[in-house]
């Protein structure tokens, strides 16, 4: 990925978070000075930890739902990579406000002090569940139901403020809709796990994992390398149609649940060759989750210049080799 982006201030809000902490990695390999604002709700202190020691570094222990922690964070960075989220459909609809306080109110707080602070841009985690009711495939920027769950109208509303933003006080905004990333630092532990690294602990212990329905529902796996790959040309972008916007990142291809559980077990049983046995469960379908989700990333091509270089075959084995090696 030769993307040129060096001794640059950037602040990654939910940098000690999954995907967070690998921006932050990839920042500092360019030689760029990072800030990472988290308060480990959900982040981790052993995702950074290796980071602490390099100078180029600075962790700054802070909630965004603290406009003071914000005001601290911003001083003097150029651009903001903002991850910080209470992610997760069911936390939402278990806990409606929290998801809101952190989503929307955090949001909030971090574009008015970007914009008062001089940022540069402010390139933001949007969500593939802002799609919400539509069934239309493949999922087109443009083209948008109405929110299946608190977590989905949190990620909308973000959309809906950044644009405002950009047109009212002219501060730059990229939104990146992620769709189902994974990979190296997916936390696979806790009621909210994201299905990949949830399974692959599973099977790492001999245990069935459950899906949720029949295995048919599919999904638009991405993997992070491509993530990471979809910010940096965020920050580096400068062609005008290709701010104050949003784009889907993802592989643009689907796989079922089942066959996800197909290739889990394949490139597992390389590791421990008893896990090509182990069985699934099924179990009733989880309210709030989209049927079908697959995305057209042309726009990101286009205006990006976006190559997702890693399918989710090539994704799982790099992600099943870390998970063997880290568990």
């Known amino acids: 990925m030769n993307i040129n982006l060096s001794e640059k201030k950037i602040l990654v809000t939910g940098g000690a978070g999954f995907i967070g902490s690998n921006l932050c990695e990839a920042l500092l390999e360019k030689n760029n000075k990072v800030f990472c604002l988290d308060n480990f709700a959900t982040g981790k202190k ?12 600075t962790l700054i222990e802070g909630d965004i739902r603290k406009i003071e922690d914000c005001q601290k964070a911003v001083e003097g960075v150029d651009y903001v ?16 406000i929290t998801s809101n306080d952190v989503n929307v109110g955090g ?4 574009l008015v002090v970007s914009r008062d602070s001089g940022v540069k841009r402010f390139v933001y985690a949007a969500s593939s569940s802002t799609y919400g009711d539509s069934e239309s495939l493949p999922k087109v920027e443009d083209k948008i139901g109405k929110p299946l769950s608190p977590y989905a109208i949190t990620k909308y509303v ?15 905004t990229i939104g990146l809709r992620y769709f189902n990333v994974f990979g190296r ?14 399974f692959v602990g599973q099977f790492m212990k001999g245990e069935s994992p459950t899906i949720n329905g029949d295995g048919n529902y599919s999904r638009d796996f991405t993997y992070i390398d491509n993530v990471i790959q979809a910010n940096m040309l965020s920050l580096v ?9 949003v784009y889907n990142v993802a592989y643009g291809d689907r796989n079922t649940l089942n066959d996800l559980v197909g290739y889990l077990k394949e490139n597992l049983s390389e590791f421990d060759a008893s896990i090509a046995e182990i069985e699934v469960k099924y179990g009733p379908n989880r309210q709030g989750d989209i049927p079908h989700s697959l ?26 080799k870390w998970y063997w090696e880290n568990l």
């Open 81 to 96: 990579l903002h991850q910080a989220a209470l992610g997760s459909v069911p936390r939402s609809i278990k806990d409606p």
């Open 185 to 198: 630092k997916q936390d696979p532990n806790g009621a909210y796990a994201a299905v990949i690294p949830k």
């Open 237 to 245: 972008a400068d062609n005008p149609k290709a701010i104050n916007t």
């Open 158 to 172: 973000n959309e809906l403020y950044a644009d405002v933003f950009s047109k009212t006080y002219g501060l730059e």
């Open 107 to 110: 949001f909030l707080n971090m």
């Open 46 to 57: 052993e995702n950074i930890e290796h980071l602490l020691s390099n100078s180029n570094f």
């Open 295 to 320: 995305a057209s990333v042309d726009k990101a091509k286009e205006l990006l210049n976006y190559n997702p270089e890693y399918s989710l075959q090539e994704g799982l084995k790099e992600a099943v």
